[in-house]
């Protein structure tokens, strides 16, 4: 039994693709005891210096069913995209609450000037057929190959992923006809069976590719949503709609004020940090921000953890924009500017360069607390604050500030702040541990967190440096299929640096971070021959 619960997760020199759904031939049941003790369910199944592992997953497992298969042609096609051979077509999904701005947006793209033609599959809950009469494509274009596809059998979340997959699949039959596929979800719909569907059908992983979780956000209407408590351990479609994105637009701008978007970006970005958050208004964004994204390709696993969580690590800051390359000429990098905060940095050990420069920014950092150490507060500077002080008792140095006269131009203002709860279940986590992972326990490790908590993970990114590899691995999951492949070489002047983020349910950051620091190799010693000799 022991040998049968490790998920076949294996940093090997080759592609590693696993995947968990109800096709699996093997399941096995794990029955956890609750309470005290409940971590010793997993002793028999590990060696000693595994215990740690089991240990740190203890305070949310649960029994659950599950298996794991390998898949080698999802595997086959990382390469193909690396080599730009890739034939697959890319598929977007726009998702998003209720009256948000997905079929603005996808009228958007449909009428865009990009050349693209675009196939769109609307899902519509009920039997009127409303939001494909809305799409503007299907009169302008009329006689040209754009198509839509209507789901009409229910919420895709829940009944027609087989129609999703059918859907695919035909239109795969067709795809000399277009060039993108874009899925609009029902306002109600939780993505995540979607993106299973992705990766669950036998034939689809080698014929379309998941381009990307676009997620459109009513930002006047949103909190109601992001509060709507659903019950115990139910998250609701607005979190999981936000939580799975890779490009969040943050629309209806034209109805909030700029405060109450900052602190909106804060907690979106306690969600989700991997997501690139874009304000907007009618959905209007260019069409790179949504279309070839590469949200599932190993290749922009680099891309996305150095333009938001990599940030993320020393300043987490929310550009709103993809700046990960050097050529960004975005105007917050100069040193005098006005940028939004959405880095959590309440330790005295910030180091965000913006405290050290004087300048207006928007801060979203959650500073509520008298213990607010965020070195920002005293500095000579007019700033707008996201954090939540609507309450009396308040203790925000920033208050007592002298030179902080409430006359000045900025809107730290008690009025309209925004009623947030930021007592998120789903959150991120990243982190960034320098050293070597050793190979059998960050493979343990992995395998221990795909198995124990895959329903709680929705997605993971990370790079990881191997001890012994000169390799970089490079992974991405999502629940539990999981994948990830050895991209290039550690340049000889490149800091070997582990960097990893989780998108999540009940996600511990101390819990994460004890247990993959607990995967590092130790440093190797140094050979007396090189040691430096001190005369
Ligand atoms: N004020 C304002 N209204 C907007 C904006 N974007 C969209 N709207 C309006 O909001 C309403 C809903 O927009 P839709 O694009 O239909 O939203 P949806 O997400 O497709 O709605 P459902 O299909 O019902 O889930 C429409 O009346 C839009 O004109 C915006 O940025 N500002």
Redesign the pocket.
């Known amino acids: 039994m022991a040998s049968a619960m490790r998920v076949k997760a294996r940093l090997t020199t080759k592609t590693t693709h696993i995947a968990a759904s109800s096709v699996f031939s093997r399941k096995v049941c794990l029955k956890v005891p609750r309470g005290p003790g409940s971590e010793r369910a997993f002793a028999f199944n590990v060696k000693n210096h595994d215990l740690v592992h089991c240990y740190l997953w203890r305070s949310s497992v649960r029994p659950f069913w599950s298996g794991s298969r390998h898949v080698t042609t999802a595997a086959a096609a990382v390469d193909l995209q690396a080599e730009g051979t890739d034939e697959r077509i890319p598929v977007t999904v726009i998702t ?12 958007n793209i449909l009428t865009g000037a990009h050349g693209k033609r675009i196939a769109v599959i609307e899902n ?1 809950f009920g039997e009127i057929d ?2 494909s009469e ?1 799409v503007a494509k299907q009169e302008i274009l009329e006689g040209s190959n754009d198509m839509v596809t209507q789901l009409s059998n229910g919420c895709l979340c829940c009944t027609v992923r087989d129609d999703l997959i059918q859907a695919l699949n035909r239109l795969w039959e067709r795809r000399a006809d277009f060039d993108h596929v874009i899925i ?1 979800t ?2 109600l719909a939780n993505p995540a069976p979607i993106i299973s569907s992705f990766f669950m059908d036998a034939d689809l992983p080698d014929r379309v590719r998941l381009d990307g979780v676009v997620t ?1 956000v ?1 930002a ?1 209407h949103v909190e109601l949503h992001l509060n709507e408590d659903k019950g115990e351990g139910i998250v609701n479609e607005a979190v999981e709609q936000i939580a799975y994105a890779d490009r969040i637009l943050l ?5 909030v004020s700029t405060t109450q978007l900052s602190a909106l970006e804060s907690r979106l970005r306690t969600i989700n940090e991997m997501a690139t958050i874009q304000r ?4 209007k964004t260019p069409v790179d921000f949504v279309l070839g994204v590469g949200g599932f390709d190993l290749n922009s696993v680099e891309k996305q953890l150095n333009s938001n969580a990599g940030h993320n690590h020393d300043h987490d800051h929310e550009h709103g924009h993809d700046c990960s390359g050097a050529e960004c000429k975005h105007e917050s990098h100069a040193s005098s500017h006005s940028h939004v905060h959405g880095h959590d940095c309440s330790g005295a050990d910030c180091k965000h360069e913006s405290h050290a420069s004087s300048h207006n920014h928007e801060h979203g950092h959650d500073c509520s607390g008298a213990d607010c150490k965020h070195e920002s507060h005293a500095s000579s500077h007019s700033h707008e604050h996201g954090h939540d002080c609507s309450g009396a008792d308040c203790k925000h140095e920033s208050h007592s500030h002298a030179e902080h006269s409430h006359g000045q131009a900025h809107s730290h203002s008690h009025a309209p702040a925004p009623s947030f709860r930021h007592d998120d279940k789903v959150s991120s986590v990243s982190l960034v541990l320098d050293g070597d992972m050793d190979l059998d326990k960050i493979n343990y490790s992995l395998g221990f967190l795909l198995e124990s908590r895959n329903e709680d993970i929705y997605r993971m990114k990370g790079i990881l440096s191997i001890a012994g590899s000169d390799f970089r691995f490079v992974y991405h999951g999502v629940h539990m299929m999981f994948e990830g492949l050895p991209d290039r070489k550690w340049r000889p002047d490149e800091r070997r640096v582990n960097k990893m983020v989780f998108i999540g349910r009940d996600l511990s950051r101390e819990d994460f971070e004890e247990a993959f620091k607990s995967c590092l190799a130790p440093p190797k010693e140094v050979a007396s021959s090189q040691k430096a000799v001190v005369v």
């Open positions: 998003g609450f209720l009256g948000s701005g997905k079929t603005t947006l996808l009228n519509e409303i939001d809305l609009e029902t306002g459109v009513d006047k629309n209806k701008v034209d109805l907007t208004t009618r959905s």
